[in-house]
């Protein structure tokens, strides 16, 4: 009796982690070490505190099973907030935000000069960087999870390279069938 107890509370614990796999999240500087080690593509969230999308993109997209499982297997993830106070060694530069101000922790602040780097301008922004941390581009803007789909595979296989006119990739994303579903 006392086995079958143990046995269904670890089937209940797996069962529960699976549902609620989430994505890896890092910091810059440890995405690049592991690339160093195992190359991988990286993605990056540029979210605000005060941006609504960033939240819809958190709750509805980053916590899909598929989206976390797919990232977690094929990326590292980072998650930056563009507007924050943490300093980052990116590339032999160190990026900061100087203008930052406590008061205003909670709401719209000074941009980091990382996301003026990458000249963020709208929030969400996901970026794709290549194995050597280049920039292959942002991505803006909410995605659902099928949406973000297509991103996360042309540039995991390197479709992207052989996509090289506006009416290439829309004749891709036509033909792009979704297989993610749907958040619950």
Not at 12 to 19: D, F, H, M, Q, R
Not at 96 to 101: G, L, R, T, V
Not at 104 to 122: F, P, T, V
Not at 155 to 165: I, P, R, S
Request: glycine share 4%.
């Amino acid at each position: 009796m006392m086995k079958k107890i143990i046995l269904l509370t670890l089937v209940l614990l797996t069962a529960i982690n699976v549902s609620s796999q989430e994505i890896n999240w890092m910091t810059f500087e440890e995405a690049i070490a592991l690339q160093k080690k195992n190359p991988k593509k990286i993605m990056v969230d540029m979210y605000t505190v005060w941006c609504g999308p960033c939240k819809l993109l958190d709750r509805n997209t980053f916590q899909n099973q598929d989206v976390s499982k797919y990232v977690n297997e094929n990326y590292y993830a980072v998650k930056f907030n563009a507007e924050g106070n943490k300093e980052v060694n990116f590339k032999g530069n160190i990026f900061k935000n100087p203008n930052y101000d406590p008061a205003k922790a909670q709401r719209r602040n000074a941009s980091h000069e990382l996301a003026q780097y990458y000249r963020i301008r709208s929030y969400p922004t996901i970026l794709f960087l290549d194995e050597e941390a280049n920039l292959i581009t942002p991505v803006v803007g909410y995605k659902t999870p099928q949406q973000l789909e297509i991103f996360l595979t042309i540039f995991k296989g390197d479709k992207y390279k052989e996509v090289k006119t506006q009416k290439a990739f829309n004749d891709y994303y036509e033909a792009f069938k979704p297989t993610f579903g749907q958040t619950k």
